[in-house]
C-alpha cells in the first residue's frame, strides 16, 4: 500500500501556484521534498493534512481519501509543522495531559521516553524553550501515538548536528517497520540525502522531479568538459549548467553521454541547485 | 475536543487570572454599591475571556498548528463557545452570590427581582462574544479587535448610562414593571444567539484558509 498519493493537485493563491502535483510515496519508505522558500513544500504538507483546499487533484493518505474521515486519518498521522505552535505558557507535562486527551493511542510511555531521550524539561514553559528544543518537543508529540505516516515539515531546522544525527536516526528507524512512512521536508538537503529513499523537488510550485534517490544518483553525474562539447551533446540529456572562465559544468544524463568524458558523480544537493537554476 | 478545552483551561490560568481578580473585585464592590456597571462586569468579562485566548493561539501559531491534530473545524470553534458559557455560568455565579449577600445586607429581600437579574444575565452576557467571534474566526483577533472594542465601547456606556440613571432609579422596582413574559423571551433569545453565532462562526472558519 501507498502511504501517501498525490494525483494532478493544484492550488493558486496570491500569486503562487502550486501545477499539477503527483506524487506516491510507498509504505516503509521516506521521501524527502526539496525546495528553496516558496517553492510550495509548506504548501503541499497543507494540503495534505487538509488544513487549505486544493482547486484541483486528490490526495489519499493510506488509503483514504484526505476529504473523507480526516480526522480519523490524523490519527495515524505525527506532524512537525516549520513552526511547532504550543502556547508559550505550557509545559511539556502538559502538553502530554492534553494529547491524551487528543489521540486514542498516545502512550505516555513512549513520550516520556522521547523526552528522556531528546533531553527535554518537563515543567520548563514552551516561551522559555529554544528553537531546537521546541522541535524536538514537536517530534516527541509527533511520534508518542504510534502514527504510521510522518509529515515533516523543515523538522530538523534548529538542531544542533548531534540532535539532528540522532533525530534523523529515530525518522529511519521508524520507518523499518514496512507499514511506517516518512515524508519530510527540508532546506538541509545533506540530512535528505542521509535517509531518504525518494526525493522530489519542487521549484517555484513546480515539480521537477520525483525519483528513488539511488536511481537519481545513478542515472545522473557532472559532466566537466568545454562549452563546445557541451553543444554537441544531446540538449534532452542535460538538466542543468554552470559556465565559468574554466570550461562548463553540466548535470547530464549518463546515458545519454558519449562514453569516455568526464563525468563524476553528483550529490543530491548539486543535482537540485543545477536544475533549479536551470528551471528559472 | 476535551484535550483543546484543557489546553484553553491551562491558558486562562495562565493569562486571566487577573480578569478573574478584577472580576471578583467587581463583584464584592456590587455588594456595597448600586452600580449596574459593577453588576454586570463580571459577565462583560466572561466574554473578553475567549477572545483573549485566541489572540494568545495567534500569538504562539497554534491556530495553524491544530490543524496537525485529529481536531475538526468545528471542534475548534466549539471549544471557544464551551469556554464562553463556562466563564459566563462563572460569572452569573459570582453575580447570584453577591446579589445574594447584597440583599440581606440591605434588608431589601426582593426574590422576583433577584431571579429576573439572574434570567436576563445570560442573555445580556452572550451578546458581546455571539457579535465577536464570529469576526475574530473570520478575520482574525487584530481585525475582530476593532470590532471588539466597538462592542465593548457600546456596552460598557449602556451600562455606565444605566449606572448613571440608577442614582434616581431602582434596579428592583424597574424589574419588576417588566413583564413575565421578558424573561423566557430573553432567555430565547440569548439562546438562538449563541446557536447563530456558532453556526456562524463554524461556516466562517471551514471557509479561512490559515
Given at each position: 500500500?501507498?502511504a501517501?498519493e498525490?494525483?494532478g493537485l493544484t492550488?493558486?493563491?496570491?500569486g503562487?501556484t502550486?501545477?499539477?502535483?503527483?506524487l506516491v510515496?510507498?509504505c516503509?519508505?521516506?521521501?524527502?521534498?526539496?525546495?528553496?522558500?516558496?517553492?510550495?513544500?509548506?504548501?503541499?504538507?497543507r494540503l495534505?493534512l487538509d488544513?487549505i483546499?486544493?482547486?484541483?487533484?486528490?490526495?489519499?493518505?493510506?488509503g483514504k481519501?484526505?476529504?473523507?474521515?480526516?480526522?480519523?486519518?490524523?490519527e495515524?498521522?505525527g506532524v512537525v509543522?516549520d513552526e511547532?505552535g504550543?502556547?508559550?505558557c505550557l509545559?511539556?507535562?502538559?502538553?502530554?495531559?492534553?494529547m491524551r486527551?487528543?489521540?486514542?493511542r498516545?502512550?505516555?510511555?513512549?513520550?516520556i521516553?522521547?523526552l528522556?531521550?531528546?533531553d527535554?524539561?518537563r515543567?520548563?514553559?514552551?516561551?522559555d524553550f529554544?528553537?531546537g528544543?521546541?522541535?524536538?518537543?514537536?517530534i516527541?508529540?509527533a511520534?508518542?501515538?504510534?502514527?504510521k505516516l510522518?509529515?515533516?515539515d523543515?523538522?530538523?531546522?534548529?538542531?544542533d548536528?548531534?540532535v539532528r544525527d540522532?533525530?534523523?536516526?529515530m525518522?529511519?528507524e521508524?520507518t523499518?517497520?514496512?507499514?511506517?512512512a516518512?515524508?519530510?521536508?527540508?532546506h538541509?538537503?545533506s540530512?535528505?540525502?542521509?535517509?531518504?529513499?525518494?526525493?522530489?523537488f519542487?521549484?517555484?510550485g513546480?515539480?521537477?522531479?520525483?525519483?528513488?534517490?539511488d536511481?537519481?544518483?545513478?542515472q545522473?553525474g557532472?559532466?566537466?568538459?568545454?562549452?563546445?562539447?557541451l553543444?554537441?551533446?544531446?540538449?534532452?540529456?542535460?538538466?542543468?549548467?554552470k559556465e565559468?572562465?574554466?570550461?562548463?559544468?553540466?548535470?547530464?544524463?549518463?546515458?545519454?553521454i558519449?562514453?569516455?568524458?568526464n563525468?563524476s558523480?553528483?550529490s543530491?544537493?548539486e543535482?537540485?541547485?543545477?536544475?533549479?537554476k536551470e528551471?528559472? | 475536543m476535551?484535550?483543546?478545552?484543557?489546553?484553553?483551561?491551562?491558558?486562562?490560568?495562565k493569562y486571566?487570572?487577573?480578569y478573574?481578580a478584577?472580576?471578583?473585585i467587581f463583584a464584592?464592590?456590587s455588594?456595597?454599591?448600586?452600580?449596574t456597571?459593577?453588576?454586570f462586569?463580571?459577565v462583560?468579562?466572561?466574554g473578553?475571556?475567549?477572545?483573549n485566548?485566541?489572540?494568545?493561539d495567534?500569538?504562539?501559531?497554534?491556530?495553524?498548528y491544530v490543524?496537525?491534530?485529529?481536531y475538526t473545524?468545528?471542534?475548534f470553534?466549539?471549544v471557544?463557545?464551551?469556554?464562553?458559557l463556562?466563564?459566563l455560568?462563572i460569572?452569573i455565579?459570582?453575580?447570584a452570590i453577591?446579589?445574594?449577600?447584597h440583599?440581606?445586607?440591605?434588608?431589601?429581600?426582593?426574590?422576583?427581582?433577584?431571579?429576573?437579574?439572574?434570567?436576563?444575565l445570560?442573555?445580556?452576557g452572550?451578546?458581546p462574544?455571539?457579535?465577536?467571534?464570529?469576526?475574530?474566526?473570520k478575520f482574525?483577533?487584530?481585525k475582530?479587535?476593532?470590532?471588539?472594542?466597538a462592542?465593548?465601547?457600546?456596552v460598557?456606556?449602556?451600562f455606565?448610562a444605566l449606572?448613571?440613571?440608577?442614582?434616581?432609579?431602582?434596579?428592583?422596582q424597574l424589574?419588576s414593571n417588566?413583564?413575565?413574559?421578558l424573561?423566557p423571551a430573553?432567555?430565547?433569545?440569548?439562546?438562538?444567539l449563541?446557536?447563530?453565532?456558532?453556526n456562524?462562526?463554524?461556516?466562517?472558519y471551514?471557509r479561512?484558509?490559515?
Open positions: 500500500m501507498n501517501l498525490i494525483k492550488k493558486s493563491y496570491g503562487f502550486l501545477e499539477h502535483i503527483n510515496l510507498p516503509g519508505c521516506i521521501m524527502g521534498l526539496i525546495g528553496e522558500n516558496g517553492a510550495g513544500k509548506s504548501t503541499t504538507i495534505i488544513m483546499r486544493g482547486d484541483s487533484g486528490s490526495i489519499t493518505i493510506l481519501d484526505n476529504q473523507d474521515e480526516m480526522r480519523a486519518t490524523k495515524d498521522i509543522l511547532v504550543f502556547p508559550e509545559t511539556a507535562r502538559q502538553v502530554h495531559n492534553i486527551n487528543t489521540y486514542q498516545w502512550d505516555e510511555n513512549v513520550y521516553a522521547y528522556n531521550k531528546l527535554i524539561p515543567d520548563r514553559e514552551f516561551k529554544s528553537r528544543m521546541k522541535m524536538k518537543l514537536g516527541a508529540v511520534m508518542s501515538h504510534h502514527p510522518l509529515i515533516l523543515e523538522a530538523t531546522n534548529g538542531l548536528p548531534v540522532e533525530v534523523l536516526d525518522f529511519s521508524f523499518r517497520d514496512e507499514t511506517h516518512v515524508l519530510i521536508s527540508s538541509i538537503v540530512d535528505l540525502e542521509k535517509i531518504c529513499d525518494y526525493i522530489a519542487l521549484h517555484k513546480k515539480l521537477l522531479l520525483c525519483e528513488e534517490k536511481v537519481l544518483l545513478e545522473y557532472i559532466l566537466h568538459c568545454t562549452a563546445e562539447q553543444r554537441e551533446l544531446n540538449p534532452a540529456a542535460i538538466r542543468g549548467k565559468s572562465a574554466y570550461g562548463v559544468e553540466a548535470i547530464v544524463q549518463r546515458d545519454a558519449p562514453p569516455g568524458m563525468i558523480p553528483v543530491i544537493e543535482l537540485f541547485v543545477f536544475m533549479a528551471a528559472k | 476535551k484535550g483543546l478545552i484543557l489546553k484553553d483551561f491551562y491558558m486562562a490560568m486571566c487570572r487577573v478573574l478584577i472580576t471578583i464584592i464592590a455588594i456595597y454599591g448600586n452600580s456597571f459593577f453588576l462586569y463580571p462583560l468579562m466572561a473578553i475571556i475567549p477572545v485566548l485566541i489572540s494568545y495567534e500569538k504562539s501559531k497554534w491556530n495553524v490543524g496537525a491534530f485529529p473545524h468545528r471542534e470553534v466549539s471557544k463557545y464551551i469556554v464562553t463556562i466563564f455560568g460569572g455565579g459570582l453575580i453577591v446579589q445574594a449577600i440583599m440581606f445586607i440591605s434588608g431589601d429581600v426582593d426574590w422576583n427581582s433577584y431571579f429576573t437579574i439572574l434570567s436576563i445570560p442573555a445580556l452572550l451578546i462574544p455571539c457579535i465577536l467571534l464570529p469576526t475574530v474566526f482574525g483577533v487584530e475582530g479587535r476593532i470590532v471588539y472594542f462592542v465593548i465601547l457600546a460598557c456606556g449602556t455606565g449606572g448613571a440613571l440608577s442614582l434616581d432609579i431602582n434596579t428592583g424589574l417588566i413583564g413575565s413574559w424573561i430573553a432567555l430565547g433569545l440569548g439562546g438562538l449563541l446557536v447563530a453565532s456558532w456562524l462562526s463554524t461556516y466562517l471551514q479561512r484558509e490559515i
